[in-house]
């Protein structure tokens, strides 16, 4: 035979898949016909023919790997696409189990899923099972073949189950294994993530080996079978979203109108202030949203805006409802139910006292939030922790979650609208207080005309105030209040009354209209006590002559150092309500002349000595010239007094204890003070 003919035999074997055995006929059938005469050529084709029979037989063992190979990747497609398909996950596992069993030839496959709720392993899905106690085997944790596949998250199978001492047996399994028949199982793990959450087995009735080739396909398989389980759980995860979603959805619907409603309150808000609206303006409008009466009202709880009550529409308000007011400095017209009603009127029914407002306001900046007080609510209007007012509402009968919205957006708007007012009135302030400081200061030459300067007249005309009226200057003390806050509020008070007001030399000064210096301190104590919550000292004079302030602002401060001598902080005065301090202190006064006259020798003997001869007559006339009760204030014996005194008749007379001197020094003593306090 040839090797031409001998390699075109075994091709046709290739050709039809023979059986392993038939390449083995065509050597035995060369060997049997050359019979016991082989020569070397016989030798040589005997040979060649085995030759090609091994390789026959590999290309044979290729071609079988092949079709194997095949029909897992076969598998495995088909696996992916019933993934994809998004088929029911028990169909799924049910044929990745039977191909499992199909492309690894075994007896039965099987599927076991672990459920911690349980702690134990149950059988998912089975095939080629015919025991009813093995397809409803439960098994422990960390127990059987399965347990350490899942300890150590590695495949492991085992040729002979009962005897394999390398996992845990129990006395179930092994039954259940028994009755079932199985001798060889093949396990490998179901990853998800980091956790092993089953194991698929294949296992065989008789005892047998797995090759790596088929521990590989069937943990595939796994991984699918895993894969499966997670899109179920993946798929009710989105259908419990989708639904969530379809309720959220269905609750945005429903608040939609609310929403729009809001935008729709905050656009026309915002649109006032930039139309130039004002507090009556934003009180009507946030009174429309909200379908209610609003007032605004500043620190003091005085209100700065008319009461807003809007026509009812059903909740619905005209967004451009405002359009004809804005910019008219907060005219209204008769839109406004009340026709310009002031918001403190006792009329209104609803409307708090003082102390109950001070306090809505007072809770509702600390809070950050609306309060109620009594029929009405009140919001704080803010601004970087600076009170600017609140705003009031009345006639709302409960506020929903687009109220409370609705509200927030006109505090703010407010705020900022209250915040571009307090700036007008500073620049005001300031230019009105610049004004002040120049006429105390006399910085106004130029040709005078009635008394005062044309240029300085010109320039208080211009904002709004006739120095050819009488004009009161007042002086004002208040402890414990900061300086810019006792300026803005007399800035505020006197502007209100066409004055001015400013600082100089350190002091609040006010220059109001007014003939009566008495009646304009009360007042300005009255104002600036409202409008601090503190006490203040207020000492007035005048009215001076024409633009000359400067002589009745130094006897308004003396006066309000009078005051502060005396004790009466918190009060306020003119020189005439001082009594003989005021014929004095008065502006023709010679105090200083008198007290030199009277007190002098002492003062300067005192200044000599280092003695306190003036300081001791003080004291006795304080103790109604009680020896005993002068030495105790002192601290020195009653003696010491006595000599003090006698000293104090040989310098200035001993006539000095007489009650006409007494009360001459009596009253140089307390000038006296009340000159080096002032």
């Given at each position: 035979?040839?090797?031409?003919?001998?390699?075109?035999?075994?091709?046709?074997?290739?050709?039809?898949?023979?059986?392993?055995?038939?390449?083995?006929e065509p050597v035995i059938a060369a060997r049997a016909g050359g019979g016991s005469g082989e020569n070397d050529g016989t030798l040589a084709e005997l040979a060649e023919l085995e030759r090609s029979k091994l390789l026959a037989l590999r290309v044979r063992a290729a071609l079988d790997k092949s079709r194997r190979r095949e029909a897992e990747l076969s598998a495995l497609y088909e696996t992916v696409a019933d993934l994809v398909a998004l088929r029911d996950v028990d169909s799924v596992l049910q044929a990745i189990v039977a191909r499992a069993r199909k492309l690894l030839g075994?007896?039965?496959?099987?599927?076991?899923?672990?459920?911690?709720?349980?702690?134990?392993?149950?059988?998912?899905?089975?095939?080629?099972?015919?025991?009813?106690k093995f397809q409803q085997?439960?098994?422990?944790?960390?127990?059987?073949?399965?347990?350490?596949?899942?300890?150590?998250?590695?495949?492991?199978?085992?040729?002979?189950?009962?005897?394999?001492?390398?996992?845990?047996?129990?006395?179930?399994?092994?039954?259940?294994?028994?009755?079932?028949?199985?001798?060889?199982?093949?396990?490998?793990?179901?990853?998800?993530?980091?956790?092993?959450?089953?194991?698929?087995?294949?296992?065989?009735?008789?005892?047998?080996?797995?090759?790596?080739?088929?521990?590989?396909?069937?943990?595939?398989?796994?991984?699918?079978?895993?894969?499966?389980?997670?899109?179920?759980?993946?798929?009710?995860?989105?259908?419990?979203?989708?639904?969530?979603?379809?309720?959220?959805?269905?609750?945005?619907?429903?608040?939609?109108?609310?929403?729009?409603?809001?935008?729709?309150?905050?656009?026309?808000?915002?649109?006032?202030?930039?139309?130039?609206?004002?507090?009556?303006?934003?009180?009507?409008?946030?009174?429309?949203?909200?379908?209610?009466?609003?007032?605004?009202?500043?620190?003091?709880?005085?209100p700065l805006s008319r009461i807003a009550e809007p026509r009812r529409s059903g909740g619905d308000f005209d967004p451009d409802g405002a359009e004809s007011r804005a910019g008219t400095g907060g005219r209204t017209d008769g839109r406004f139910g009340t026709e310009g009603r002031s918001g403190g009127d006792s009329g209104s029914e609803d409307w708090p006292g003082a102390e109950a407002l001070a306090d809505a306001m007072a809770r509702s900046r600390a809070q950050g939030r609306a309060v109620s007080c009594g029929n009405c609510t009140v919001a704080a209007v803010v601004?970087?922790?600076?009170?600017?007012?609140?705003?009031?509402?009345?006639?709302?009968?409960?506020?929903?979650?687009?109220?409370?919205?609705i509200l927030e957006r006109g505090v703010t708007v407010t705020a900022l609208l209250?915040?571009?007012?307090?700036?007008?009135?500073?620049?005001?302030?300031?230019?009105?207080?610049?004004?002040?400081?120049?006429?105390?200061?006399?910085?106004?030459?130029?040709?005078?005309?009635?008394?005062?300067?044309?240029?300085?007249?010109?320039?208080?005309?211009?904002?709004?105030?006739?120095?050819?009226?009488?004009?009161?200057?007042?002086?004002?003390?208040?402890?414990?209040v900061p300086t810019q806050r006792v300026s803005a509020a007399a800035g505020a008070w006197a502007g209100a009354r066409r004055g001015l007001a400013g600082r100089h030399e350190g002091r609040t000064v006010l220059l109001v209209p007014g003939d009566d210096p008495s009646a304009v301190a009360r007042a300005v104590e009255a104002g600036l006590r409202t409008a601090l919550a503190r006490p203040v000292t207020v000492g007035a004079a005048g009215p001076p002559d024409g633009t000359a302030v400067a002589d009745a602002y130094a006897e308004a401060l003396q006066c309000l150092g009078a005051l502060q001598a005396l004790g009466r902080t918190g009060s306020a005065a003119a020189m005439d309500d001082l009594g003989f301090l005021g014929l004095v202190l008065g502006r023709h006064a010679d105090t200083d002349g008198f007290v030199r006259r009277t007190l002098g020798p002492l003062i300067e003997y005192d200044e000599r000595r280092g003695t306190s001869l003036l300081d001791?007559?003080?004291?006795y006339f304080l103790h109604g010239q009680s020896l005993a009760r002068t030495g105790a204030a002192l601290h020195v014996h009653v003696n010491t007094v006595s000599q003090r005194l006698e000293r104090v008749g040989q310098i200035v007379g001993e006539d000095w204890n007489t009650p006409q001197y007494a009360l001459e020094a009596q009253l140089a003593l307390r000038l006296r003070r009340v000159l080096t306090t002032a």
């Open positions: 035979m040839t090797s031409t003919n001998s390699g075109r035999m075994f091709l046709e074997l290739l050709a039809r898949d023979a059986p392993a055995a038939e390449f083995e075994t007896d039965t496959a099987y599927l076991a899923l672990y459920d911690p709720a349980r702690g134990c392993a149950y059988m998912r899905e089975t095939n080629g099972s015919v025991s009813a085997l439960l098994m422990p944790l960390g127990a059987g073949l399965g347990g350490l596949v899942v300890q150590t998250a590695s495949p492991y199978f085992s040729s002979s189950y009962l005897g394999d001492a390398q996992f845990r047996h129990t006395r179930d399994i092994d039954e259940a294994v028994t009755e079932e028949g199985l001798v060889a199982i093949l396990g490998v793990p179901l990853r998800l993530g980091g956790d092993v959450i089953g194991v698929l087995y294949a296992a065989d009735r008789s005892e047998r080996s797995f090759a790596r080739d088929e521990v590989t396909l069937l943990g595939s398989l796994a991984a699918h079978a895993a894969v499966a389980l997670d899109n179920a759980r993946l798929l009710q995860e989105t259908n419990t979203a989708l639904a969530d979603l379809n309720a959220a959805n269905r609750l945005v619907q429903t608040r939609s109108a609310s929403v729009e409603r809001a935008a729709a309150a905050y656009e026309r808000f915002t649109g006032l202030v930039v139309r130039g609206g004002g507090v009556d303006d934003i009180a009507h409008a946030v009174g429309e949203a909200l379908n209610g009466s609003v007032v605004v009202v500043g620190p003091d709880g005085r601004a970087d922790q600076e009170p600017l007012g609140a705003l009031v509402i009345s006639g709302v009968g409960g506020f929903d979650d687009t109220d409370r919205v209250l915040l571009f007012r307090t700036s007008l009135a500073q620049a005001e302030e300031r230019v009105r207080g610049e004004l002040l400081t120049d006429l105390l200061s006399q910085r106004h030459g130029g040709a005078r005309h009635g008394g005062g300067s044309l240029a300085v007249r010109e320039r208080a005309r211009r904002l709004g105030t006739d120095l050819d009226k009488p004009h009161v200057v007042a002086v004002v003390a208040a402890d414990d001791t007559v003080e004291s």
